[in-house]
């Protein structure tokens, strides 16, 4: 079953692709009907992987994990972009941003959040990639190598490694800790509560999550949100965030 989800979604994400260079090197094919038909084939390669790496969608209102997210997801918005939020079961101390406006929490950065307030700025920061279209590259630059060349026999594991492992560029991170900048700021919370959270991962973590990547410059990073006093934030939550935590 997973090995046929994995072909199906080879070839689409390879239509794709194609689709998409088409676009960036003849971009006097834009016509709506071919905008149209791009715009399901994302939605169907976003379906796809949500399958393939079981994802949970936050907004679905069937375990108290996902109620939290959900709200969360409320609270960082952007009027430019129309978002989706998920989870993944993994240990991995990570999040990400993908193509078709996807986010995606493990479990792993999810635990290591002290607060959900931690937990908004990855959010932020995660939609700050997406914001300013960081993902189009990404995609670009790996997956399209990556996976054209992919044996058929691969694993939700490889889908993972090739979904994570380019990181994004550093000045891409910058703007995108400048977007959670923004945005904390926006719901007053101290950016430093996301100095915290990249502290503890920098100090304890040997995986290196995406946002803690292998780009020097990450003490400027944490010593970027540090600037920011420490204020108690005065969010208040519909949900107990330990009990949250003690539900995986
Ligand atoms: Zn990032």
Redesign the pocket.
């Given at each position: 079953m997973k090995k046929r989800l994995w072909r199906d979604f080879l070839i689409l994400l390879v239509l794709f692709l194609g689709a998409w260079i088409f676009f960036i090197y003849y971009p006097v094919v834009d016509s709506e009907v071919v905008k149209e038909s791009f715009n399901d084939k994302e939605k169907e390669i976003k379906e796809k992987l949500v399958e393939l790496m079981d994802f949970k969608q936050a907004d679905s209102d069937t375990t108290q994990l996902l109620r939290s997210l959900g709200e969360l997801k409320h609270l960082v918005s952007d009027k430019d972009v129309q978002y989706e939020l998920y989870y993944s079961d993994s240990r991995e101390i990570n999040a990400?941003?993908l193509p078709g406006n996807m986010i995606v929490l493990n479990r792993g950065i999810i635990l290591e959040c002290d607060t959900p307030e931690e937990l908004i700025g990855v959010i932020a920061?995660?939609l700050?990639?997406l914001k300013m279209k960081?993902h189009t590259d990404q995609l670009i630059t790996t997956l399209s190598i990556e996976l054209l060349l992919a044996g058929s026999g691969s694993t939700t594991g490889e889908v993972t490694k090739i979904l994570t492992q380019n990181?994004?560029s550093r000045d891409?991170?910058s703007e995108?800790?400048d977007f959670a900048i923004k945005k904390m700021k926006e719901l007053n919370i101290s950016p430093n509560y996301l100095a915290k959270l990249f502290k503890k991962m920098y100090i304890k973590s040997d995986m290196v999550p995406?946002?803690l990547?292998s780009h020097p410059g990450m003490n400027k990073r944490i010593s970027k949100f540090s600037q920011y006093p420490f204020e108690e934030s005065t969010l208040e939550f519909t949900f107990d965030w330990l009990k949250v935590k003690n539900s995986l």
């Open positions: 990400y941003a920061h995660e700050g990639h960081h990181a994004f891409m991170e995108a800790d995406e946002f990547n």
